[in-house]
């Protein structure tokens, strides 16, 4: 049965919709941004301050030794008196025996004391701020993923510290992010949150800035598998000194 005479035909607008619709399917498939690659772990590194003490000289605690104990010398027996022969006098009555017996039983015997002599505790750092950064700089903690080297942790916690020098900056904090790599440098320096001060700002991307290039980080543990480390760093120089 034909199209009747004078109507249009809609062969021709319905080709050209599926090829328009066609056309856009596949420019969206076309120019879909490809996926970002996967990042690598992220390691949270925050300071936690040792206690506070007196100023002091750093030192190794170690266990102390038992102190002697002091016996006290044996009181010496009295002489033996001598023994001489006597009339035996008529036994005493069983009333006269159970006083004396009552009344040696009272008398009470002193102990024996023994005296321990004091020894002076060799007083250790702290680490608040009387006493400086103490025989320990501070702590590390990590969060998120496990990272099985906190000897490597410690020497950048200790490094950073030893370099950080805000001066006198009250309650600012500051986190950071950087990328330590296979042979101990350091790239990719970044604010992830900066704490309102240029100057302490300044200090704390100057404390990684001197650590990196010195690569006093060291070289990543031979075991550790990636190519590079990331860590966020917190500043809080409530626990540093």
Sequence with gaps: MGVPQGQPSLTLPIGASVLLHGAV???????RPPAPPPMPPVYRVNLVAAPAGPRAVGVVQTTPAPAPTVEQPKPALPPRSKVVAKAMPAPPSRKREKAARAKRDATPVPPETKTTPMTKKTQAAGGGAEGG????????STAGIDFPFPGYLQ???RQIALRFSPGN??????????????????TNFRFQKRSGSFAFDLAAQGAVDAAGTGRAFGPLPSAYPDD?????FSFDPRIIH
């Design 155 to 157: 020497n950048i916690l």
């Design 25 to 31: 399917i596949a420019a969206l498939f076309a120019f």
């Design 169 to 186: 900056s009250g309650a600012l904090t500051a986190e950071v992010a950087f990328l330590i790599h296979r042979d101990g440098s350091v």
């Design 228 to 232: 590079v480390l990331p860590v966020i």
């Design 133 to 140: 950064k103490g025989a320990d700089v501070a702590n590390v």
